[in-house]
């Protein structure tokens, strides 16, 4: 129960590649399961949505937007939203859930869209994927002047008791993303405000299964690997105390957002 997900995973799945070759392999391995990443990750709360959003914004482009958890959240606040995600699986399954959002193929460091576009760009769960010497100024160059860049990310608080088990499971050593590593900064935007906010998420036990089998580590592993890691999972909500008997599950999160108005 206790085993790392690395060591589950070994050089085959990711260390036989160098760190680029890995981490392409992982962004690219999302769309295959859109339906799982759409049932079993978390949205967002409220109070980070409406910080994250200046007053007077008008319309946004959400890059990564994946199967459309922000970008639902930005288009309910009458926000007119340009979604974009490389993944043409992650797009269908995001017109399926917000529809009537424009949709774009394109990355963060090839935007398919003109100069001074948005008033707001954002990212939730999805700049470590970016090459950020590329992303920056490409973000910049849609913006209107005076417009933002907000970024967002969910951290479930592994701390404590059985997350703290369940991290072990599921998430690679060298996958443990800390905030300090994607702290954002560029000349081109102003200085970054950073803001964390504790919430928590009910997953059912299918739920929960679904959020691990959206985790890239996960996607790129072999069938056997796989299997293991869901064992794993299974043995764990099986036996352990705090777990046992139950059929839905309170996953409790820390969310780092940030936002900085462009420099133009």
């Known amino acids: 129960m206790h085993s790392r ?55 946004a482009i959400d890059l990564g937007a994946g199967t459309g958890k922000f970008t639902q959240l930005l288009a309910a606040r009458g926000l007119e939203v340009t979604a974009v995600d490389p993944s043409e699986g992650m797009l269908a399954q995001l017109r399926a859930s917000v529809p009537g959002v424009v949709t774009a193929g394109g990355t963060a460091e090839a935007l398919p869209l003109p100069d001074d576009f948005a008033d707001l760009v954002t990212a939730a769960q999805a700049w470590h994927w970016v090459d950020g010497e590329r992303g920056f100024p490409e973000v910049a160059r849609v913006l209107n002047p005076g417009g933002s860049l907000a970024l967002v990310w969910n951290f479930r608080d592994n701390r404590d008791g059985w997350m703290n088990e369940l991290a072990g499971i599921i998430i690679d050593r060298d996958e443990r993303v800390e905030v300090e590593n994607v702290r954002p900064a560029h000349p081109q935007f ?10 928590s998420q009910t997953l059912s036990r299918e739920g929960l299964v679904d959020l691990v089998k959206s985790r890239s580590i996960y996607l790129v592993a072999s069938p056997e690997e796989q ?38």
């Open 190 to 199: 102003e200085e970054f405000e950073h803001r964390i906010f504790s919430w």
């Open 5 to 59: 997900f690395g060591e589950l995973f070994p050089k085959r799945a990711l260390y036989s590649q160098t760190v680029d070759e890995a981490h392409q392999t992982r962004a690219a391995s999302f769309g295959p399961a859109a339906a799982e990443y759409d049932r079993g990750r978390p949205s967002y709360p409220a109070d980070v949505v409406d910080w994250m959003i200046p007053a007077g914004t008008k319309t």
């Open 227 to 264: 299997r293991s890691v869901l064992d794993r999972v299974g043995e764990l909500l099986d036996s352990h105390p705090e777990l046992a008997g139950r059929t839905t599950y309170e996953l409790p999160y820390r969310t780092h957002s940030f936002r900085a108005r462009v420099k133009k």
